[in-house]
């Protein structure tokens, strides 16, 4: 493909203006079709210019394919409007828009290899284009949404649809029981058929849930807030007493624009729209509205001046039901250079919305915005199963819960719309365990407090069983502490997973006493010296955790050893031992004013209890294992009772280090 600049730009224009000095009547009337926006119409005439049109009349196929794709890329008909934009770019048409409508529809078509490379082509000409960008960046990030899909269960709601188009669900009434949106089946439009769309003119249908909650089948709103002519998207104020919706009237004459008009709730029926005052004039494009839970803004879908690019979201503050203040654009992380459409207002901070201008799967994709407290818009894309290659737009959501519906034409080939409900399933994510001391007994009165960066923050007190458990987030960095009068405390830190599943996190706590001493498991020492051994460095560490974690502790480091020996020679050892195990503490960091080395050598031999007993038939609770006892057993006995002497505890000297 050639690279189209300034100079091959300008030719093309030249000769098309010599074409267009003497273009045919139909032609001409294909173009006021579009220019009053009868797409549909206006693609049907420019498919029959085209075909009339010769080979060699490479200027005029060029402009003619061309005009065809974009009309048939606003009516959702995207097979023909790939078509169009490939017959525009083999005729050479002198545009680089071309590259991007093609990038655009290849998204849509779910060819993203075929998009990137459009995409490319026109930011080499045009490298300040956002919407180019968002679209690459959409294209390269579908392999991550299809690799992790959300929990989201979409299902189309056959019930709710028909052979038509149907869109924007909007639920209704206290209970979320009620279901309107727009269909193009309507009886009283069945005369009209739009030239927008070629379709008949939406009109507002009504479905309700019966007394076993199942959706019924929808009855077309006959009351006076019907005409002629297109009504759809509605959203109501919270006492339900209040409907604005979008309005589109047509002229043969001159193009018109959608606005906004507000219905009232007169009995069981709703009253004739009028005009919702939000500009002076009737030019500007103003639909979508989406009025705010807390009844103070209206959001909306404006084409104004001063925007980003394409159409954008706005709002006004409501001053009563039918006064608004002045119109409010949301700014730059929401709108773009594309179009920004059909706001959802779910809270105070979240809102949702469908955009074809932020990266996403093609077409319009739905997005979640969340504004900080700094008053910064935060973008989500939705992702699969929600999203889709085709557009998705127009949800609504069943009052605080994570289901509702919205509406996609997805696997329909002639790109209409039908309403789809979507559940997301609670995720729960848990951790539990159990708070024991040393001999894992449950301790009494223990408590675990645990503190997240999502502001969680609680203190949990410890069944008598020993076992907690407390409901987390995904994604989240927690800090724990299980702590019981006369033990030391004991911290975690835990990171939830990101993916969205059902997890259960499991940690148990075993805390030391302060009132007696604590064997320092797995200590080994060079045969008859004092060196510490590689081995032993996992015991010591998790000695440092515990002075770290109780930074008010001060220790005595004891070492034992078996009656092996003479006693001077034993508590020389001992004593070297100890000192080794407190020069790698201090080592590590910890202040020497916190620790005392002790060799008690062979005087101090190990009282028994359960937990040492429990592998050793010989050995009972209370036993203690002196020189006289030890005689007593067998070799291979006494060469236990011996390895159980040689010990390294540490023991409690104070709990007021470093306070004042």
Known sequence: MKRWNIWV?????????????CKTPKLSQAEEKQRLGEYYDAATIYRKVYAKSKSDQKDLRAYVAYRMGDCNRMINNIPRAVSAYMNALRYEYPDSTLLLRLGQVSQQSGRYPDALRYYNEFLALNPNSRIAQNGIRGCEMVAVWQDRPTLHQVSRMEMLNSRRSEFCPMLYGAKDDQLYFCSTRGIVHKDSVSAITGMKNNALFLSKKNETGAWQKPEEVDDPVTSGFDEGTPSFSKDGNTMYYTYCSEDAAEPRTAEIYISSRSGASWSKGQRAGIVKDSITLLAHPAVSPDGQYLYFVADAIGGYGGKDLFRARLVGPTDFGPMENLGAEINTE??????????????????????????????KATLDSAGQWHVANMGLPVNSMADDFGITFAGGKEQG?????????????HIYSFDYPTVTIFIEGYVSDLEEEAIEDAVVRIVGKDGLNVKVPVKPDGTYRVELERDISYVMMANAPNFLNQNFELKTDAEEKNETYYVDFYLSPIDKPVVVENIFYAFDKATLRPESKEALNQLIKILNDNPNVTIELGAHTDSKGSNAYNERLAQQRAQSVVDYLIEAGIDIARLTAKGYGETVPKEIHGKIAEPYAFLEEGMVLTETFIETLTPEQQEIADQINRRTEFQVTGLDYNLK
């Open 9 to 21: 730009y300008l030719s093309g224009c030249m000769a098309l203006g010599l074409f267009f000095a």
């Open 338 to 367: 594309g179009d920004e459409l059909f706001p959802y207002v779910r809270d105070s901070v979240t809102i949702y919305f469908a955009s074809n201008g932020h990266p996403g799967l093609g077409g319009l994709d739905l997005f």
């Open 405 to 417: 519906f919205f509406s996609s034409n997805r696997n329909d080939a002639r790109g209409w719309d």
